[in-house]
Nanobody
Framework: QVQLVESGGGLVQAGGSLRLSCAAS????????MGWFRQAPGKEREFVAASSWKGVTTFYADSVKGRFTISRDNAKNTVYLQMNSLKPDDTAVYYC??????????????????WGQGTRVTVSS
């Protein structure tokens, strides 16, 4: 059974940092793209960041570019999201996604086969 388990969320003040982790089990994702999405209350799930399977190519939403960094450790089957200079607008539940369907967009939720349960990030002003 494939599982993606996020951790590292919490409450932080504006300007602070958090590091999210997503540990995968049940199969290796070393040859798959992985990404992070988020969903704020009352809003649709939106793209945050994604990484190609080698981690050489990364993609970021304009709203987080320069503040967030996605990385991965394929040996540990884990993807990370380092979030710096956090803003109240970053408050959301953050979801890990894995295994982008071939030929599909990195930034669409429908492109990914597997999802974690989410970890909540709250940024206070």
């Amino acid at each position: 059974q494939v599982q993606l388990v996020e951790s590292g969320g919490g409450l932080v003040q504006a300007g602070g940092s958090l590091r999210l982790s997503c540990a995968a089990s049940g199969r290796s994702f070393s040859t798959d793209a992985m990404g992070w999405f988020r969903q704020a209350p009352g809003k649709e799930r939106e793209f945050v960041a994604a990484s190609s399977w080698k981690g050489v190519t990364t993609f970021y939403a304009d709203s987080v570019k320069g503040r967030f960094t996605i990385s991965r450790d394929n040996a540990k089957n884990t993807v990370y999201l380092q979030m710096n200079s956090l803003k109240p607008d970053d408050t959301a539940v953050y979801y890990c996604a894995a295994a982008r369907k071939s030929g599909s967009s990195y930034v669409l939720p429908s492109s990914y086969l597997y999802w974690g349960q989410g970890t909540r990030v709250t940024v206070s002003s």
